[in-house]
């Protein structure tokens, strides 16, 4: 902003600065909750899948490794 803009003016920039940021903020946290929505979702499928592991550990009455199981499912 120039040196010799009128208060007015720039009372209007920092206006319009603050409105932008508020906005700005606001997006952000929106993808904060997605992003933690995305989170969540992800630690619920590995447990699922650990316990789907353990499962067919269980019913094969072994403790096979992760190499083992996918060929057999293969």
Do not use: H
Not at 8 to 34: C, I, K, M, V
Not at 47 to 72: K, N
């Amino acid at each position: 902003m120039p040196r010799g803009a009128s208060i007015s003016d720039r009372r209007d920039a920092l206006a319009q600065t603050q409105r932008e940021l508020s906005a700005e903020l606001d997006r952000l946290r929106r993808e904060e909750e997605y992003l933690l929505l995305k989170v969540r979702q992800a630690r619920e499928q590995v447990r699922y899948y650990e316990g789907l592991l353990e499962l067919l550990r269980r019913d094969w009455g072994q403790t096979p490794g992760l190499s083992d199981l996918v060929r057999r499912l293969g």
